[in-house]
């Protein structure tokens, strides 16, 4: 098992870890195991927005659309006052 020293921990933090800790019924090392573990698997487990995008329209059929011809030009946006 490898090590980890924190320097300059903010001790408002310090004191929101402790209470946390207490909370669960574990250490404060315990506890920023839990928080480290949590936060790092979250990030590899998920698939990303994109890749679920695909993969739930990856059976529907290619439907490309034609767009419109323009018949006007651009213009700015009115908004209302």
Same mark, same amino acid.
């Given at each position: 098992? !490898?090590? $980890?020293? &924190? =320097?300059?921990?903010?001790?408002? $933090?310090? %004191?929101?870890?402790? @209470?946390? %800790?207490?909370?669960?019924? =574990?250490?404060?090392? !315990?506890? @920023? =195991?839990? &928080?480290?573990?949590?936060?790092?698997?979250?990030?590899?487990?998920?698939?990303? $927005?994109?890749? +679920? &995008?695909?993969?739930?329209? %990856?059976? @529907? /059929?290619?439907?490309? &659309?034609? /767009?419109?011809? +323009?018949?006007?030009?651009? =213009? %700015? !946006?009115? $908004? /209302?006052?």
């Amino acid at each position: 098992m !490898a090590s $980890l020293t &924190i =320097r300059d921990f903010d001790d408002d $933090l310090k %004191a929101e870890l402790r @209470v946390r %800790a207490a909370r669960h019924g =574990r250490s404060m090392e !315990a506890e @920023v =195991r839990e &928080i480290l573990r949590t936060a790092l698997t979250k990030q590899r487990s998920g698939r990303g $927005l994109a890749t +679920r &995008i695909r993969q739930r329209f %990856a059976d @529907v /059929p290619d439907a490309s &659309i034609d /767009p419109p011809s +323009r018949t006007e030009g651009a =213009r %700015a !946006a009115e $908004l /209302p006052e």
